[in-house]
């Protein structure tokens, strides 16, 4: 078939779908969530500050090239007081929003010390659009060696339209990818930072990251009494899913689940596994962040109702995620949705963060753990199901994610002691991503805080009344950490 023929058949498919229905669950884009903001100075003058613009090169690397595009910066000044240090906050796959420099953890820190507070958006995400649209032939410039470069020339234009004095010390902050980012930071510009609190950081990518459902399996065990029948009643449910599935018709799965258009083949199936499986993937990942939210024990109580069975109790916590609307777990429609190549500011992941993992990063959340270690199945796999998905999205057969460049370039669970000897990797039990983190005990790195029943990025949030007791203690250590580097 003509591929532009093939590609407008499933764009059809992708507006049809979204008519009154939900997408399929994409572990690639849906786990990317904005940071949770919290309000804590009534003295703040929030008019005063604004997205500013900065003009910076497409191309750091190639001085042939003398393109430039405009990239959106915030500044909160109203702490600073000429001499303090500066915290500059390194974005990542998403919009950068105003309260980034205002509601954060770190702008609390940065009042008791009077830091001046800084923050760059991330090339191609939020407004800061580097080309006129993401073909692919656009996202040549949109890795983590350009990201780094940005922020190095940013952090220059800083310093010099505030004067600020060379006494004065940089610290940057960052999490998940950005929390990468920040300790790839000190590593690559160690001149340019002086400290580095690394939050949640996936510094050591895998593109089999199987790990993932694992940490899922054991956040749910460790949420209470409950937890390990949550967790085997999960099993069974699925269990009986993937009977039903391998029957003729799929076993009226598509009636059960309320699905849009009828399972027709096998990466079907697995977008609808994924998906699933995703209900609790996001919830696991925040965990707790906020009061009134879908958390864990609420999807444990429910699994664990002995007065239905594991199945039903499944289907319940389905239909509560798609919210009364049918869901389009069509593999087509996914696959439309990643080829959309129009600029959005609003996007959080998109086409451009599955770019950077089918080049860079890979982070594919698989079904490949042992039936023992996670109870989601195994019909999303690694092989052929979420590799698949980079070549049927960009047209290049056999694309594969070069993470062993990516782990060479930066260091992965190695990096050289002296280039992060003044950087705070923080991470938490519940969260996923710990597995592909820095963590205690790691002999490259002396600065390692692990926090107990904490989810992703958490320790960058300000507590709230649902937060663990040891989230407010941990922020103490790393406040201190910050105090003994200015």
């Known amino acids: 078939m003509n591929k532009s023929i093939l590609l407008l058949i499933l764009v059809i498919v992708s507006i049809i779908g979204s008519i009154e229905s939900k997408k399929a669950f994409n572990v690639r884009t849906d786990l990317k969530r904005p940071l949770t903001f919290k309000h804590f100075d009534d003295k703040l003058n929030y008019d005063a500050i604004n997205y500013q613009w900065f003009t910076q090169s ?180 699925t269990q009986k899913i993937q009977a039903l599935l391998s029957q003729d018709n799929y076993g009226g799965v598509d009636q059960m689940f309320n699905l849009c258009t009828p399972l027709g083949n096998q990466n079907d199936v697995a977008t609808f596994m994924q998906s699933l499986a995703g ?91 042992p039936a023992s270690n996670q109870p989601f199945g195994n019909l999303f796999p690694f092989q052929p199901y979420q590799i698949q998905q980079c070549a049927d999205t960009f047209g290049i057969p056999n694309m594969y994610p070069n993470v062993n460049w990516t782990i060479t370039e930066y260091g992965g669970l190695n990096p050289e002691p002296s280039s992060v000897d003044n950087t705070l990797y923080v991470n938490g039990s519940n969260d996923e991503w710990h597995n592909l983190a820095i963590l205690p005990g790691n002999p490259n790195a002396k600065n390692t805080l692990y926090i107990n029943g904490t989810s992703h990025c958490a320790d960058m949030m300000i507590p709230t009344s649902v937060s663990p007791a040891s989230l407010a203690q941990a922020q103490q250590v790393i406040f201190k950490f910050i105090q003994s580097q200015i």
Not at 71 to 78: E, V
Not at 123 to 150: I, P
Request: contains cysteine.
């Open 58 to 237: 497409v191309d750091h690397f190639n001085p042939a090239n003398p393109s430039t595009f405009q990239q959106r910066y915030l500044i909160n000044d109203q702490y600073w007081d000429g001499k303090g240090p500066v915290f500059i906050m390194i974005n990542g796959e998403g919009p950068m929003d105003i309260n980034t420099v205002t509601q954060l953890q770190f702008v609390v820190w940065a009042q008791q010390v009077n830091a001046l507070v800084v923050s760059l958006e991330h090339r191609y995400y939020g407004a800061s659009f580097v080309t006129e649209d993401l073909s692919l032939e656009n996202l040549q410039w949109l890795n983590s060696a350009q990201a780094l470069a940005d922020n190095a020339v940013f952090r220059n234009f800083v310093e010099q339209q505030y004067n600020v004095p060379p006494t004065s010390k940089w610290i940057s902050f960052g999490g998940s990818y950005s929390g990468a980012l920040t300790s790839w930071f000190r590593i690559k510009y160690p001149h340019l930072v002086d400290a580095t609190i690394a939050s949640s950081a996936p510094v050591n990518p895998e593109v089999n990251f199987y790990q993932y459902l694992e940490t899922v399996q054991t956040a749910l065990q460790a949420s209470g009494p409950n937890g390990n029948e949550c967790v085997e009643n999960i099993a069974i449910a």
């Open 279 to 369: 209900n609790f993937m996001g919830v696991v990942q925040y965990n707790d962040e906020e009061p009134g939210q879908i958390d864990i024990n609420y999807l444990c109580n429910i699994m664990t109702n002995q007065s239905s069975d594991p199945l039903t109790n499944y289907i319940q916590i389905w239909d509560q995620f798609a919210d009364g609307e049918c869901v389009d777990v069509s593999y087509a429609s996914m696959i439309a949705q990643n080829q959309n190549v129009t600029n959005d500011e609003n996007a959080i992941g998109g086409r451009m963060w599955f770019y950077q993992t089918c080049v860079e990063f890979g982070y594919y959340q698989s079904s490949d753990a």
